[in-house]
């Protein structure tokens, strides 16, 4: 993400961990649109054990390549699935939301490109989101998608928006907001030009970084107690997940 001095914590085909100056760690998904499916998420928390096994100052930036941070879940993949086994998928997904949400380190999102969906939630996990302001959506589509949204998802969006319309429009217009929209209505911290992302997510996490860990994580589990908590649980309620044969 940037040019400093930095070292590997880790390396798979979806990822890569490096560990830069002043104990800042840049995660990087590789693997195209990153979707989600079980092997990704598993390999996602093989890279997050890397960070947590860090020891002194430390922070987490969260990024992607090209064109994508992430374009959500795997529906390929979700098809696939015996439908007895698609309750199961969607609950990893949501401890990986639930893990990054309480992550003992401040988290920065660097929106490197386009956002929907399940890597919007990703997005939401993260204390501070940092967008292009010139290319790239961020958005929430799953009412096109036929897919109501789980209590835990709803909960992690409630907690990061305030205004109780725009959370509307979010969740029941499946709105596509652009870098200067997105900061403008605070879904996203800042919104930059595409070279600056790397130097302001670096300036953020460079900022936290020297709090202490365990601190941080008994604040966040106390902050967003609710939404981790629906989040880990078992039950999807309305969640159907039934895809469009589109997809």
């Given amino acids: 993400l940037v040019a400093n001095m930095a070292s590997e914590l880790y390396s798979s085909s979806n990822f890569e961990v490096q560990q830069h100056d002043g104990g800042v760690c840049v995660l990087t998904m590789k693997a195209g649109e990153n979707r989600f499916n079980d092997k990704f998420i598993a390999d996602f928390h093989l890279a997050l ?11 987490l930036i969260i990024t992607g390549e090209g064109k994508f941070f992430s374009n959500g879940l795997d529906v390929n993949y979700m098809g696939s699935l015996p439908p007895t086994e698609v309750p199961n998928f969607l609950r990893n997904f949501q401890r990986l939301v639930a893990r990054i949400l309480v992550f003992p380190m401040i988290t920065v999102a660097a929106l490197n490109g386009h956002c929907y969906a399940g890597g919007a939630m990703l997005s939401m996990g ?112 309305e969640a159907n997940y039934s895809l469009k044969s589109k997809l």
């Fill in 49 to 59: 054990d890397s960070v947590e096994k860090t020891s002194g100052p430390g922070a």
């Fill in 126 to 237: 993260c204390d501070y989101r940092i967008m292009r302001q010139d290319r790239g959506f961020w958005c929430m589509p799953e009412i096109d998608l036929t897919m109501p949204l789980s209590p835990g998802m709803n909960a992690v969006i409630r907690c990061r928006i305030a205004d109780t319309g725009l959370f509307r429009d979010i969740i029941l217009l499946g709105k596509k907001y652009g870098g200067g929209e997105a900061a403008k209505l605070t879904i996203v911290d800042q919104a930059v030009d595409e070279k600056a992302i790397p130097t302001v997510a670096m300036d953020l996490a460079t900022a936290g970084a020297q709090k202490d860990r365990r601190t941080l994580g008994a604040l966040k589990r106390e902050m967003f107690r609710e939404a981790h908590s629906k989040l880990v649980q078992e039950d999807l309620v």
